[in-house]
């Protein structure tokens, strides 16, 4: 006879499976320990907290070791998966000890839920962002949460507060967060040097940026939430639409950045493999990483994402460490 527990972890990952194709991640539901509001610059985990067009907004900071105050500091900004929580985020990708080995200022925003009078829950109360898809099932885009303003206070608070090399601001991010990363290149392309979205779509094509920033992007082949050669999504019987094939998304980047040459092998080991469209100062303007066997997950980070739900956690490839190298290549013009 099957077992109750067993039937409760079906249906509760049923329910995760679905808000994953909403463009969700999953996420542990357990509140983290608490940390308090800090002005002081010192190394380690700070929580900051401001108003945003009536709402309050929260974000972390991660200050690497041997951070002052008399130079400059890059900014990555990771903006967690839907129905997740940047604390977990900071966890589960390591960013922060790649801050402290890189030297940058680790920054980890918080998306809004339905009720923010109660934790933040994958189920029955988790955050979001308004991605722009026009998704009505994603729960900041059906609020008409401005995320985008969100961000540009963010990072006016981030200034005042710290030193930050203005021409040195990037950003990445899973999933539902992959897409905020998309939504802030093509809208803010002077505010961010490049972006690194992973396993996440890009949902304004229409909306063609004046400058067209460096992308590198990752996903796993066998991403049942991100199909790489597009098609339905689908939950048992019931369908969550259709997505086009990630080389579409790839091409459209391609094609903002005037790339006429073919792509370069950049990586090939392990079952991960590495393209790179160079711009027309030789620069890598855009890389695209797949991930053989790879399903919806953080690559080289920890997961909660039993494989029967959302594919295997294989890879070997550290997207953190791929994606800071990249950004780290990659700087605004002085003009």
Not at 44 to 49: E, K, M, P, V
């Amino acid at each position: 006879m099957r077992s109750p527990l067993m039937t409760n972890s079906r249906c509760l990952g049923v329910m995760a499976i679905a808000g994953l194709l909403l463009g969700f991640a999953w996420v542990d539901s357990k509140s983290g320990s608490v940390v308090g509001l800090s002005e002081a610059p010192t190394p380690g985990r700070h929580a900051f907290s401001l108003d945003v067009e009536g709402l309050t907004r929260h974000y972390l900071v991660h200050v690497p070791r041997g951070y002052r105050a008399d130079k400059d500091w890059p900014v990555l900004l990771m903006f967690h998966g839907g129905g997740g929580r940047a604390e977990v985020a900071m966890e589960e990708t390591g960013w922060a000890a790649q801050a402290d080995r890189s030297g940058f200022l680790a920054v980890f925003p918080e998306g809004t839920r339905s009720n923010p009078d109660r934790p933040a829950r994958f189920a029955g109360n988790p955050q979001s962002w308004n991605d722009g898809s026009q998704r009505p099932a994603v729960g900041a885009v059906e609020r008409g949460v401005d995320d985008v303003a969100f961000v540009d206070a963010m990072l006016e608070d981030l200034k005042s507060r710290f030193a930050v090399d203005v021409r040195r601001i990037y950003a990445t991010g899973f999933s539902n967060g992959a897409s905020m990363a998309f939504r802030l290149a093509r809208q803010r392309p002077t505010t961010f040097a490049a972006i690194a979205p992973i396993a996440g779509g890009d949902w304004l094509e229409a909306l063609k940026p004046d400058r067209a920033a460096p992308v590198l992007y990752i996903t796993g082949t066998e991403d049942p939430l991100n199909p790489i050669d597009g098609g339905e999504v689908r939950i048992g019987r019931r369908s969550y639409g259709r997505k086009p094939p990630v080389r579409q998304l790839i091409d459209r980047w391609v094609a903002l950045h005037h790339v006429v040459d073919d792509p370069r092998v950049v990586f090939d080991r392990d079952g991960a493999r590495g393209l790179a469209y160079r711009g027309g100062s030789g620069e890598q303007a855009v890389v695209y990483y797949t991930l053989d066997g790879h399903g919806h997950h953080w690559p080289g980070g920890k997961s909660l994402l039993p494989a029967w739900l959302v594919g295997p956690n294989i890879a070997s490839l550290s997207a953190t460490d791929v994606v800071w190298q990249f950004f780290a290549a990659h700087a605004l013009s002085n003009d």
